[in-house]
C-alpha cells in the first residue's frame, strides 16, 4: 500500500522553538511538499523539491526552510517558531509525467505553538 | 497570477440528495490543469479527478461528475444521491502547465456535511 508518513500526528511548540517536521515516502516519487493548511485558505505551499537537494519557494516560504537529502524524506524546519505558525502541515508527495498533479498526501501534523 | 475560489464553505444534506459544489478559477494561461480533491475526517487528501483545460467534456464516475466550463471558468462537482459516506472537506485546484502541472493552488475548500 503506498504512503506517505509524516512524523508526527500533533506537536505542541513554544515560541523560539526550533521545529522538525518529518515526511517520508515510499512511492520512489521525484516531487515531495510541504503544504500548510488554514480554514477558509484551503492549502497554501510553502516548499516543493523537485529531486534531491533541490528545492523551489512556494506561496509562503517565510519563517520555513526545508531540507531533502535523500529521495524518500523531506524536512520542513521552522527556526524560530511562531503563534502564527500554528496549523496543519500537510506533506506530499508525486511523481512528474502523465500523471501530474496528482498528489499522494499525509495524514498532517498539526501543530500549536503557544 | 492563479486563483481558485470556492464560495460555498459549508453545506448540509441530507442523504439521497443532489448536492453540487462549486469551484471558479482564474489564470493567464491557455494550458492548464484543474483537479478536485477529498478530504475526509482522517486528514489525508485523496486525488479524485485531473482535467486538462483543452478539454471539456464532462466526465462522470459513479455518483460523482464533473462539469467544465471555460466560458465561465467554472469546475463544478455533483455528487448524486448523496451519501454519509461522502462527508468531507472537497478542495478544487488548479496548476498551470508551465509548472509542469505540479504546482497546485487550491481554493478554500467546501465542507459537506451529509446527514442521514
Known amino acids: 500500500d503506498v504512503k506517505v508518513t509524516q512524523s508526527s500526528r500533533y506537536l505542541v511548540k513554544r515560541t523560539g522553538e526550533k521545529v522538525f517536521l518529518e515526511c517520508v515516502q515510499d512511492?520512489?516519487?521525484?516531487?515531495m511538499f510541504w503544504y500548510r493548511q488554514d480554514p477558509g485558505l484551503g492549502l497554501r505551499l510553502i516548499y516543493f523539491?523537485?529531486?534531491?537537494?533541490?528545492?523551489e519557494k512556494g506561496d509562503i516560504p517565510e519563517g520555513y526552510s526545508v531540507s531533502r537529502e535523500k529521495k524518500e524524506r523531506f524536512s520542513l524546519i521552522l527556526e524560530s517558531a511562531s503563534t502564527n505558525q500554528t496549523s496543519m502541515y500537510l506533506c506530499?508527495?508525486?511523481?512528474?509525467?502523465?500523471?501530474?498533479?496528482?498528489?499522494?498526501f499525509g495524514e498532517g501534523s498539526r501543530l500549536t505553538v503557544l | 497570477a492563479q486563483k481558485v475560489t470556492q464560495a460555498q464553505t459549508e453545506i448540509s444534506v441530507v442523504e439521497k440528495e443532489d448536492v453540487t459544489l462549486d469551484c471558479v478559477y482564474e489564470?493567464?494561461?491557455?494550458?492548464?490543469?484543474l483537479f478536485w480533491y477529498k478530504q475526509p475526517p482522517s486528514g489525508e487528501l485523496v486525488f479524485l479527478i485531473r482535467?486538462?483545460?483543452?478539454?471539456?467534456q464532462n466526465e462522470i464516475s459513479g455518483r460523482y461528475s464533473w462539469n467544465f466550463q471555460k466560458s465561465t471558468s467554472s469546475f463544478n462537482f455533483t455528487i448524486t444521491a448523496s451519501q454519509v459516506v461522502d462527508s468531507a472537506v472537497y478542495f478544487c485546484?488548479?496548476?498551470?502547465?508551465?509548472?509542469?502541472?505540479?504546482?497546485?493552488?487550491f481554493g478554500g475548500g467546501t465542507r459537506l456535511m451529509v446527514k442521514p
Open positions: 523539491s523537485y529531486d534531491v537537494k533541490m528545492k
Open positions: 512511492m520512489d516519487h521525484e516531487n
Open positions: 489564470t493567464r494561461d491557455t494550458t492548464y490543469y
Open positions: 485546484a488548479l496548476s498551470e502547465a508551465r509548472n509542469a502541472g505540479n504546482m497546485l493552488t
Open positions: 482535467r486538462n483545460s483543452f478539454d471539456e
Open positions: 506530499a508527495s508525486s511523481s512528474p509525467g502523465r500523471n501530474t498533479g496528482e498528489l499522494f
